[in-house]
């Protein structure tokens, strides 16, 4: 009780509002939580009432929420208020995310002038509801109830992610949907996905079908990562840690594992997405990353020889990754596109006369300065097709355009964020010292997580308009299975999530650590394999 109260005095003084109890444990903490007397039962009639017709699939959302643990029958309604009411507010700015929830005994109000922010008022009403409310079959004898509350809420950043590895193992469309709903139950916004890579090519691309009838398959007695997760599980006595049997073919008296996602794959996860509130980044890594591409295509690579990266010096290079990126801004109505760009061999382009070449032809000062012509020629393309470039920090060697956003992963060169910021750059954070959930845990990585700077403290005002936002990345090398994923994600992506939503001044571990125990169990009801605290 005195750990209670302690919570409440902070919690109340940290939010300046009137009052918060314990049974309100949302995550991330909302910016403003006033608790009122009284609450919401949900009557078995239930309705949901929304007023602009945008608003018909979060109707929809919701009752898919809310129906199967209560068993109720749940109808949407347009135009009329209902017990649960979605209210867009004019003048409608799809670009605010904040979004106010008011309930009392006569019902839940939900308002916001954005569909994302009526999104996160559904995520709050789930959070203000008992935790079974997640559970996949009725439950029976359970009040519905919502505490009476007003909440006035915004996040801090727009840009809340997870980027997802599905090349190194993959993940089928149904697993990739259950990652996206959770990201949604705690405000995510940026679902970025890594679809290729040197271990395999899993986006379908129709004027190239090579890339995936070849290049999304391999022996996985031929490749290490696969014979090392294999290994792993049976040492460590891992069951999660073996490669899903569901993704093996049989194919000319070989046995074959892997699996890609066809164009409707890819079109029912962005438009599941949206529902959600969240945007799908796409991620084609060029021109490092690409030995899988090269192997279907040997004429990617410098002299044809099958082998990363790809070759700079052809002009077939050059319209391959036209043609690449022009089927993937059709797939994909989000704005900003991932070019990666990290970790390029470009020893390679020392040697090649088509490399030399070009470098040449450019006045290019060498091989760092050729990856940027590339990722500037690139840059004139999205922007030409109405996409922003997005790439890992390499793309600051060699010069980078001022229009290019720098994902910050290499938390070893500290001055990444400072230098790109100075130079006008927009940057996402994510760096290996906090944001790489494939590195192992401990007891207190979570905390660390919590409590680091993941946006560099040496910024001025100018720099920190430029910081978009937080993300984490989920490479998934030795994580082979969605059990094992859950696992290595599952609870720090929530500390995650409520760094990337709060300041710093609404932020406290304490605070944090005893609301997480109410989302342990909300984890446990929709079966996600979470690390236990203190294992
Ligand atoms: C990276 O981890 N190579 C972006
Ligand atoms: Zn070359």
Known sequence: ?????YLLITSLALLGCKQVTASVNI?????????????????EKLTI??????????AQYLIEKLAPATGYNITPKKGVKGNISLQLTSPVNQEDESYTLQSSIEGVTIESSSYKGIIHGISTLRQLLPYQIEAEAVIRGLKWEVPAVKIQDAPIYEWRGLMLDPVRHFYSVSETKRLIDIMALYKFSKFHWHLIDSQAWRIEIKKYPMLTDKGAWRNPKEEYIDVACEQRAINEKNPVMHLPQNYFKNQDGKRLYGGYYTQDDIREIVAYAAVRGIDVVPEIDMPGHNWMATQCYPWLSCGHDGTDPLCLGSDSVMQFCRDVFKEVFELFPYNFTEIGGDEVGRGKWANCPLCQARIKEQNLGG?????????????????????RLIGWDEIL????????????????????????TAGGNEVICCPTTYCYFDYPQD?????????????PTDLSAEQKKLVKGMQANIWCEYIPSEARMQYMVFPRALALAEKAWTT???????????????????????KVNYRPLNE
């Open 1 to 5: 009780m005195k750990r209670l109260r």
């Open 27 to 43: 995550i991330p903490q909302p910016t403003c939580i006033e608790v009122k007397k009284g609450c919401y039962v949900l009557p």
């Open 49 to 58: 009432g929304y007023n602009n017709e945008i608003l018909e699939p979060a």
């Open 367 to 387: 091989l760092e300065e050729l990856q940027s012509w590339f990722t500037r020629e690139m840059e004139k393309y999205f922007n030409e097709n109405g996409r």
């Open 397 to 420: 060697e060699g010069g980078v355009s001022p229009t290019a956003t720098v994902n910050w992963w290499q938390g070893y060169h500290g001055d990444v964020v400072q230098r790109s």
């Open 443 to 455: 007891n207190n990585t979570m905390r660390t997580l919590y409590e680091g700077d993941v946006v």
């Open 504 to 526: 710093q001044s609404q932020q406290g571990w304490d605070s944090y650590l005893y609301r997480l125990n109410d989302h342990l169990m909300r984890l446990s009801t929709m």
